[in-house]
């Protein structure tokens, strides 16, 4: 068992050594006693190699080491140390060449400290035997012939069956050179000679590599000095034979010198193929494109990853040493669920083979990179799963094409739209030296029609071509088709082939998202075609490169119509604010009006004159509020109550109210479906659709007359036309157009007829919001509002509604008397008019009410005694606390108060979530006094 001394003041390079020495030599036991005590006495333990740290204090350590030279039993102790990475050394270089027989550097390496101790303990070794068998010759003398002869049958055995060389050298000239005395087995071994050849013979003339070898200096020195000395592993060479030695020499007591040595020529060699082959590796994986990675079994640690990584996925290699699944982040979304179910079916299953699917991840330029993967295990000693090493490749190039195609890459990476298709036909003419080149696509008549043509070098005008029997048709049939000669023969009726009297062709099939055939791609030849290596695969590539650019297009065009409906929809919504606005005013000042003649009809008595005139108050004010209501359904504020509805319905009656107000000069005519047109609508804002745009139609036609057409039936949009209103999904839909034979729409403000109070009727005649109510109301039905005209060509309209299939429910709403009651209730309004003429009302139909037109009065009110209010009505809009504040508030004092919140006009709460927060109803003015009458006592009987 070997024993091993190490002599340090830190542990950290101590502890890297330990780790080593238990790993190279199982079962040696290790000793480190602190240096700061009496280190001298780890002596005594007499270890067979001892590791001392260069930096330990000068004194103490030279204490130590002649403490072990001047011992006999440890003076052939071998002695290395240890430099660290500071390269600090305390000892002398007397001390070094004295003293020390080794020397290792950090960081350690795992086969020089291998090398270092077996040939160190092993000359250590050979060289105490040698000594013990030189004393016992001095001291012993022999009583027998036979004695002697056992002796140097013994010494004889040991000296040839070690496993070191030992040669013994005798001076010649006093060092000048020295002759060969004993050779043992293991030296003829090593050196490949004879001893019988070699006996006798000076060692320069044996070894003639001896003297840059450096060995024959350390012979002389040795036997002049007398102390030993080991010559560390060098390369000797000569003309005969090449290899690493490891020297220790010392002298007799004859003056003879003693050269033990081992051949580390194999460890060596490791080494140097260890290095190279990390070299190696470091220049391969530093350099190559690929990323080169090493993990652990579990992915969850990265050992190495090759700069390549930085430049393939655009990322820092630190970012995935310091999260190692970061690389997975960058995987586009469609392809990251099938990366990681691969990773977790890997997990549980054979890792022999670890390809992964090709996937794609968005570099940190933005752009997209396809990526090739595969991996292999790594496994240990005891066949256990060590590493998982691999190699990732960016495989974007070779996807789009090689290097005829990137030639004409090149030219049109850079252009779009028809000048995308004029350079396809350009590069594919000169790439393929034809006459023509042709995109067509495929129109509804089954020909061809050419987006882009080019013949003999010059772009052509549009040019197109019946379908049927021509080699355009075989394309599209099979795919791909070439034709090198006699064409004309083949296709016989094909007028384009004799109209560029072409005899060779080649062409490609142009397909859409879905795999349909849209066009083809073609190159055409007076001569016979010849194509390069690959053309096939290029053409590929061109094709779908040719239906990528006419699908963006058609993407664009969507885009287009999208972003003008967008815009549209943006601009109501802008002006639909300030109309909402507008009507919260107005709302406040019919309130107002409404309140103040309810009560005068209250207070009459019996003036039949004066409540007639009450009556025409009320009706204009109701009249002013429908037109709040249409203000109110273009800015998407106003109430409205969607049932089932048979448009049909609505459509006849309003057409037949209509009739009585037309001039006999405007025709009606109807097609009107009943069956099929069930919508979920508000049947008075149907109505009020169908009045508006039918009056619109008759005052274009109110100078010279005409015909007003409406038309009901149902639609059913398929998926294939769902291009036509890209606003709409796919499904069944209610169809109400509405057209004349009038005046007509100028192109120029066809796009601003529905924006609110833009008219071309003259001041009086209208007010312009209409259109305006139409589009607001179709919108928040989910439909759709399209119109076609030209000027003098009279103008259509067509109405989209989605369709359902319920039967339609109608309820009546009965006539209710005004309830009276005889709670309190706490009236909150920052309009002390409205706040006066309410509170009048109430006391009439029998409430107590308390009033306040400032929300922190009614809130202090409230709080001094909340128990005093059986219910609280407050207005949304007042300064310092809004209706929705001041109700939490009051709920916050006493959760079962009932509240009634009222407002004209509100972006900042709606009915929904005045609802969610507590608020019993939520009514919208101007208000009825009838209405909220039988609100007031609905929720009171329901207590």
Not at 245 to 255: A, G, Q
Not at 596 to 608: D, P
Not at 917 to 943: H, Q, Y
Request: a negative charge; hydrophobic letters at 40%; one cysteine or more.
């Amino acid at each position: 068992m070997i024993s091993f001394l190490i002599v340090d003041d830190k542990d950290n390079l101590a502890s890297e050594l330990r780790g080593l020495l238990v790993e190279l030599f199982p079962g040696c036991t290790i000793k480190q006693p602190p240096v700061q005590e009496d280190i001298i006495n780890a002596l005594d333990d007499s270890p067979d190699m001892i590791f001392v740290r260069s930096s330990i204090e000068a004194g103490i350590l030279t204490a130590f080491l002649e403490k072990r030279r001047a011992e006999k039993e440890t003076a052939l102790i071998p002695v290395v140390l240890l430099i660290d990475e500071r390269h600090l050394i305390t000892l002398s270089d007397k001390c070094i060449k004295r003293d020390v027989e080794g020397i290792l550097t950090w960081p350690l390496n795992k086969y020089s400290i291998e090398s270092t101790v077996r040939s160190m303990i092993r000359l250590s070794r050979a060289e105490s035997e040698l000594k013990t068998r030189i004393s016992r010759d001095e001291t012993k003398c022999p009583e027998s012939a036979e004695e002697i002869r056992k002796y140097q049958e013994r010494h004889e055995g040991i000296f040839q069956n070690t496993i070191n060389a030992i040669v013994i050298y005798r001076p010649q000239d006093s060092g000048k050179d020295f002759i060969i005395v004993e050779f043992n087995r293991a030296a003829e071994k090593i050196e490949k000679v004879k001893r019988e050849d070699i006996i006798g013979k000076p060692v320069t003339e044996v070894f003639p590599g001896v003297i840059e070898f450096g060995l024959l200096e350390v012979f002389r020195r040795v036997l002049k000095t007398g102390i030993p000395e080991r010559l560390p592993v060098r390369l000797y060479r000569d003309s005969r034979i090449v290899g690493w030695r490891e020297n220790y020499v010392y002298r007799l007591p004859s003056d003879e010198i003693v050269a033990v040595y081992t051949d580390e020529t194999k460890h060596k060699v490791a080494e140097v193929a260890l290095m190279e082959s990390e070299e190696r590796f470091r220049q391969l994986a530093e350099n190559i494109q690929e990323v080169f990675w090493v993990v652990s079994p579990d992915w969850k640690e990265v050992h190495y990853i090759s700069p390549a990584y930085e430049k393939v996925w655009g990322l820092s290699c630190e970012s995935l040493y310091k999260d190692p699944m970061s690389w997975i982040n960058s995987i586009i979304k469609e392809d990251r669920d099938s990366v990681l179910s691969y990773l977790a079916e890997k997990a549980d299953g054979d890792l022999d083979e670890i390809i992964f699917p090709e996937y794609r991840i968005i570099h940190s330029d933005w752009s997209i990179r396809w990526i090739s993967a595969r991996g292999y295990p790594v496994y240990n000693e005891e066949k256990k799963l060590y590493r998982i090493v691999g190699i990732s490749e960016d495989v974007t190039e070779k996807k789009q094409s090689e290097k005829a195609f990137n030639a004409i890459l090149e030219g049109t990476s850079w252009v779009t739209g028809q000048d995308f298709f004029d350079k396809i036909v350009k590069e594919l003419s000169s790439w393929l030296d034809c006459n023509v080149a042709l995109i067509g696509k495929v129109t509804k008549s089954s020909s061809i029609e050419s987006i882009s043509i080019i013949t003999d070098g010059k772009l052509s005008k549009v040019y197109s071509y019946p379908l049927i029997n021509t080699p355009c048709m075989e394309v599209i049939k099979k795919g791909y088709f070439y034709h090198p000669v006699g064409l004309k023969e083949l296709f016989p009726e094909a007028v384009q082939l004799n109209d560029f009297d072409i005899t060779g062709f080649v062409g490609i099939r142009l397909l859409n998202k879905e795999g349909e055939p849209i066009g083809v791609l073609a190159a055409m030849s007076k001569d016979w075609l010849i194509l390069p290596k690959r053309a096939e695969d290029v053409m590929k590539i061109l094709a779908a490169r040719t239906s990528a650019e006419i699908e963006r297009m058609n993407t664009e065009e969507k885009k287009k119509q999208v972003e003008v409906l967008l815009q549209q929809a943006q601009k109501m919504e802008a002006i639909g604010t300030l109309a909402g606005g507008i009507a919260h005013d107005f709302n406040n000042i019919l309130q107002s009006i409404m309140l103040n003649t309810e009560l005068a009809q209250f207070e009459n008595s019996g003036n039949n004159v004066v409540q007639h005139r009450m009556d025409e108050v009320l009706k204009a004010s109701k009249r002013a509020t429908d037109l709040v209501k249409q203000i109110l359904t273009f800015s998407r504020q106003s109430e409205i109550e969607l049932r089932p509805l048979k448009i049909s319905l609505v459509v006849k009656e309003a057409l037949k109210m209509l009739r009585s107000s037309l001039p006999s000069t405007i025709e009606i005519t109807t097609s009107i479906s009943t069956e099929d047109d069930l919508a979920l609508a508000d049947p008075t804002q149907i109505h009020q659709v169908v009045m508006n745009l039918c009056t619109n139609s008759a005052h274009a036609m109110r100078e010279k007359g005409g015909t007003l057409s409406v038309k009901l039936e149902p639609l059913l949009i398929q998926p294939e036309s769902a291009t036509l209103y890209p606003e709409l999904i796919p499904g069944p839909y209610v169809c109400l157009s509405v057209s004349d034979t009038g005046c007509g729409i100028d192109k120029n403000i066809l796009d601003r007829i529905f924006d609110p109070f833009f008219t071309t009727k003259e001041r009086g005649e209208g007010t312009g919001l209409g259109l305006a109510v139409v589009y607001g109301i179709i919108k928040e039905l989910k439909g759709t509002i399209r119109v076609e005209s030209e000027k003098d060509m009279g103008a259509g309209f067509t109405i989209l509604l989605p369709r359902i299939q319920r039967p339609a429910k109608t309820e009546a709403d009965e006539a209710r008397p005004i309830p009276h009651g005889t709670e309190t209730m706490l009236l909150v309004d920052d309009e002390e008019g409205l706040l006066v003429a309410q509170k009048k009302i109430f006391e009439r139909l029998g409430y107590r009410v308390e009033t306040h037109s400032s929300s922190l009065g009614a809130f202090e009110a409230f709080r001094a005694d909340p128990k005093r209010f059986d219910i609280v009505i407050t207005d949304q809009t007042m300064p310092k606390m809004t209706g929705a504040q001041l109700a939490k508030e009051f709920m916050k004092i006493r959760p079962d108060i009932p509240i009634i919140l009222c407002t004209g006009f509100s972006d900042v709460i709606s009915e929904e979530e005045a609802k969610a927060i507590g608020i019993k109803e939520f009514i919208m003015k101007p208000i009825v006094i009838s209405d909220i009458a039988c609100k007031v006592r609905e929720i009171l009987g329901k207590r």
